[in-house]
């Protein structure tokens, strides 16, 4: 899996469960902070309207998302309060995380490793 989709996974869990626009991202493996715009994905994840997303009915109080990267890849979410379980279908990888206040923290299976991002942003306006 490439780095890149670590960050989408990031931006995409904080936009859904923190509820920020996010301008960036430190990444505190790679001491960085990731612009959203250099992201290949950037403009699609900006929008977030939806498009390449698809709302999957599950469980009460569990809200599951599919989303399409521009790449090919795509990932299934499952979210339940602040926490997010998902699956990367195009390198078969499992991950489990969670989001507290401007953090997103995950273990990526087959990576066998521990993600942990900032949020750089602020509240969506309603």
């Not at 991202?25 to 994905?41: K, Q």
């Not at 950037?42 to 009915?57: D, H, P």
Request: glycine fraction near 8%.
């Amino acid at each position: 899996m490439k780095s890149y989709t670590h960050a989408c996974i990031a931006y995409i869990v904080g936009r859904l469960i923190a509820g920020k626009k996010i301008f960036s991202l430190y990444d505190y493996a790679e001491s960085r902070e990731i612009e959203i715009d250099s992201l290949p994905d950037a403009e699609q994840l900006k929008e977030f309207n939806y498009v390449g997303w698809s709302y999957m009915s599950g469980s009460p109080n569990i809200s599951r998302f599919q989303y399409s990267f521009k790449t090919g890849e795509s990932v299934n979410l499952a979210i339940k309060g602040n926490s997010f379980i998902g699956y990367i279908r195009a390198s078969s990888s499992h991950f489990i995380g969670t989001v507290r206040g401007d953090s997103v923290y995950f273990y990526d299976q087959k990576a066998s490793a521990h993600f942990n991002y900032r949020i750089i942003g602020k509240a969506i306006d309603c």
